[in-house]
């Protein structure tokens, strides 16, 4: 990942572009309200990031590893599902769906949070601010973990403290959602119930934004990926089941 200087030029990003097309890879460009993140597509092994760092127009030069799989050598301990992926994205419509199916209890996330803290979430950012928001996250996902035969519905950033995923992988298997960024706007553009980080002025540039920063985590804490844009939700949980199938650790 390139971040580039809020003041980069559009000649530096081009160049920046150049160089990573000859290191064989394909340059993913997010133009931002203060900066240019430019992605890298394909292998980053490849690439000398410490010679990017020194391009002009660069802030920095981050090398997204994505580390191998461990091969679990328990076989069929695993009973939960925990399901995370971007806001908005219809995990809680499919959670409930997919705890149908499999005969699972659904557990969603945010509804304990707002119960410890004895207020919903909008007003936990607005009166508490994001961290504190965070520090619940973490002692909700603590409480849960142990739980067996559940599918849990995550909230949209739970990846970005690895505690969390580290506690939800013992006993469950991580399903991540995605989507484009135009399907994510589409489905939350009427939902009654906004996301406090989509509140501003500018929500597609924000989902932009959001989804380049947050997709090395989701990347790193999936164990099972479903590509949800051009799938309706029934497809969607038949998908995982599927893949839930051909996991030697997961216990239905």
């Known amino acids: ?43 980053e092994s490849k690439v000398d990031f410490t ?7 660069v802030k920095e030069a981050i090398m997204v590893e994505t580390p191998p799989k461990p091969i679990s050598t328990e076989k069929g301990t695993k009973t939960n599902i925990a399901v995370v992926g971007f806001m908005g994205i219809g995990k809680t419509t499919v959670g409930q769906l997919l705890a149908k199916k499999l005969g699972k209890k659904c557990i969603k996330m945010d509804l304990l949070i707002e119960r410890k803290a004895g207020k ?12 504190a928001f965070r520090e619940l996250e973490i002692e909700v996902t603590k409480e849960i973990a142990s739980e ?3 599918v849990i519905d995550c909230g949209g950033g739970i990846v970005l403290n690895k505690i969390n995923i580290d506690r939800l992988k013992k006993e469950g298997i991580i399903v991540c959602l995605t989507a484009s960024p135009s399907t994510i706007l589409d489905r939350t553009t009427n939902d009654e ?12 540039l924000t989902i932009r934004e959001l989804l380049w920063l947050r997709r090395p985590f989701y990347e ?21 089941i599927n893949r839930l199938k051909e996991d030697e650790s997961f216990n239905f």
């Open 120 to 131: 919903s979430i909008p007003e936990i950012f607005q009166q508490d601010g994001e961290i």
């Open 220 to 240: 790193r804490a999936a164990d099972i990926t479903i590509h949800t844009s051009k799938l309706d939700i029934d497809s969607v949980v038949d998908q995982i």
């Open 1 to 43: 990942m390139i971040i580039m200087e809020t003041d980069a030029t559009q000649e530096q990003i081009a160049n920046v572009i150049k160089e990573i097309k000859e290191y064989g890879l394909r340059a993913d460009v997010s133009k931002g309200a203060y900066r240019t993140v430019i992605g890298l597509v394909g292998d």
């Open 51 to 57: 010679h990017l760092a020194t391009l002009p127009g």
């Open 193 to 204: 119930n906004k996301k406090p980080l989509l509140k501003g002025d500018n929500p597609a």
């Open 148 to 150: 067996k035969y559940s």
